[in-house]
């Protein structure tokens, strides 16, 4: 798939925007789909799709932005911008949070990846300065920890720096795995642009492919924003 188009003026969002809340199914407008695709044996979906990073190669990285932070905040922005991709259930309790973090993944040692928990933060400088935190004492680790493996409020990520990937799939704990999974991939050029892979697996029950697509054209309309 080539890159996205730019379809919307970005809008931030802050955390303080709206509190969590535990939706009521019998009024949700979505109360069909979530029964039809919980019934599923596979009810995920993945989709992957090339994001410009034009501006970022270009004018960021020259500048000493960090392309890893940089990118983390992008992708946590854009999925927090969609609703869908902050809600979750737990048994028949579907609760939409007020905001997601990002568990992603970071090396550790010579060819083993550590977890790293990275809480979101709208403003760049507050993000990037956590990020980078969170990053160093993630590489210290000595074998693999889950420590948000009980709450919810979270997207599980990696990133492939080695492959410009077409197509991902993800672990996922079963049926019921409601944790929205993201991974971006190798920044390439050509004819003087770049760009990188994203990949988003989420729960059919949950999310659609519109509001997948709200999410890359997000991802999109923040990378065309020099917001460091």
Known sequence: MGCLMRSHTWTSRTP???MDRTLDLES?????HYTFFRSYDRPHFSLTAAVDTTLLMQDGKPAGV?????????????ANAVPELRTR???????EYAVVHASTTVPMGTEAFA???VRYAPDWITFNAH???????????TELVNNVAHEDDWIYLSCLPWIAFTEMTHPLAGR???????????MT???????????LTAHHALVDGLHAARFFAGVEDRLADPFW
Request: charged residues 25%; aromatic residues 10%.
């Open 189 to 199: 050029e050509t004819d003087g642009r770049w760009s990188m892979p994203v990949n």
């Open 66 to 78: 960090p392309v890893f932070n940089a990118a983390l905040y992008v992708i946590m922005t854009a």
């Open 131 to 141: 990020c980078a935190a969170e990053v160093a004492a993630a590489k210290t680790q």
């Open 28 to 32: 949700w407008p979505r109360r069909s």
């Open 115 to 117: 977890f790293c928990d």
């Open 176 to 186: 019921d795995d409601c944790i929205p999974r993201i991974a971006w991939g190798k």
């Open 89 to 95: 259930f737990r048994g028949e309790v579907v609760t």
């Open 16 to 18: 303080e925007a709206i």
